[in-house]
């Protein structure tokens, strides 16, 4: 059975910094398109970054470049999100979300939406405060 867990999230100050960790256990694919995504109330869940886990090919939303990383550890079912220079407006549920693609260079392209992915984890809390 797969499963992915979020862990990591907590409570700092405007400027500093969290690292969000992903695991999906039990997950057998070669290829696969693996994304952050955050939801404030009353908002709807947004893409935060993504990577597809054959080339490492990131994107990320325009709001969190130059300040967010996302990775992978070297057994590729290991997320993570390193967040730097934290925002008050980044405060928010942060999830996590696999699935499998196929093995071409563009397969993580259209992994813009929640519903897009086959797994999903339960998200952890960020709070940044002012």
């Known amino acids: 059975q797969v499963k992915v867990m979020e862990s990591g999230g907590g409570s700092v100050q405007t400027g500093g910094s969290l690292t969000l960790s992903c695991v999906a256990s039990g997950y057998p694919f070669t290829a696969n398109c693996m994304g952050w995504f955050r939801q404030t109330p009353g908002r709807e869940r947004e893409e935060v970054a993504r990577?597809?886990?054959?080339?490492?090919?990131?994107n990320y939303t325009d709001s969190v470049k130059g300040r967010f990383t996302v990775s992978l550890d070297s057994d590729m079912n290991t997320l993570f999100l390193q967040m730097n220079s934290l925002r008050p407006e980044d405060t928010g549920m942060y999830y996590c979300?696999?699935?499998?693609?196929?093995?071409?260079?563009?397969?993580?392209?259209?992994?813009?939406?929640?519903?897009?992915?086959?797994?999903r984890g339960q998200g952890t809390q960020v709070t940044v405060s002012s």
């Open positions: 979300a696999a699935s499998p693609v196929k093995l071409l260079p563009s397969a993580c392209a259209s992994f813009t939406t929640w519903s897009a992915y086959t797994h």
């Open positions: 990577i597809y886990t054959r080339t490492a090919i990131t």
